[in-house]
């Protein structure tokens, strides 16, 4: 909870910038989260929100926060089953980001989710598709683009928008940068002197090669389910904005 509200995991994901360990993926996310900012004085709820990094996206909100016991100034207490003590149909808009992998039964979060919103609000939920596992404090789930959207389907909700974040050349290099950290050989080995060089150049040149990225793929920073060609691509994560019908 700790790491959750430090300044510069808030600035990495609000403020994303070239050489910073996530980059890649932080920004795509961000860009992708653009979509649901609104000036307007909305009742918002962050459910499972951390250090709550995109609260700046709305200035003028009623913005009430959902977590586990023991993190500081939260609104509501997330119990065991996903429920929190907020009246039916009271939020304009739920922000999910990167808690439905966490969560004991996506169901029944989903199903809370449901009741939270009124008729035509909207949950925007984030979640990873291909992620190392880490534990906050438990780490359950992936997810597919279909196992997603059938998941929010399956809880009534209406799918608007439906993305793949990080995807493509951009989920390589990120995926990359992140297995170089471990993977290790003997260094007079083949695979050992591969490594050495690209381990250099993944951790000194960075910022070059994130903004290397952003000129020659940033139309892989979010993919639509619907107009993606059928490509086969990787990707890091999923965005659903998905609304409760009216």
């Known amino acids: 909870m700790e790491l959750l509200a430090q300044q510069k995991y808030l600035r990495q994901r609000m403020q994303p910038a070239h050489g ?47 977590d586990l016991a023991g993190q500081d100034a939260i609104d509501y207490v997330i ?11 009271y939020f304009d808009l739920i922000l999910s980001s990167q808690v439905l992998e966490h969560v004991t039964s ?3 979060y989903l199903a809370e989710c449901s009741r939270l ?19 906050c404090p438990d780490d359950y789930w992936r997810w597919t683009a279909d196992g997603l959207f059938k998941a929010m389907t399956a809880s009534g909700f209406t799918v608007e928008k439906h993305y793949k ?3 493509g050349p951009r989920a390589l290099f990120f995926l990359m940068e992140r297995m170089l950290v471990s993977a290790k ?38 993919l639509e ?6 490509r086969q691509v990787y990707y890091i994560a999923l965005l659903s904005l998905a609304r409760k019908p009216g």
């Open 117 to 135: 919103l009124k008729p035509g609000g909207m949950l925007a939920c984030s979640t990873h598709g291909t992620f190392e596992d880490h534990a």
């Open 20 to 66: 910073d360990t996530f980059y890649l993926h932080l920004a795509d996310l961000r860009g992708a989260l653009a979509a649901i900012a609104s000036k307007d004085p909305i009742r918002v709820l962050d459910f499972g929100c951390g250090g709550s990094p995109y609260r700046q996206l709305f200035p003028a909100a009623e913005y009430r926060r959902a």
């Open 225 to 230: 389910r619907a107009d993606d060609d059928g």
């Open 79 to 89: 119990a065991a089953d996903s429920h929190i003590d907020a009246p039916d149909g």
């Open 185 to 222: 050989a003997p260094w007079w080995s083949l695979l050992g002197l591969c490594l050495r060089p690209l381990r250099w150049l993944f951790k000194h040149q960075r910022r070059y090669l994130h903004k290397m990225n952003d000129q020659l793929f940033s139309q892989y920073s979010r």
């Open 106 to 108: 996506p169901a029944a």
């Open 165 to 167: 974040i990080t995807a």
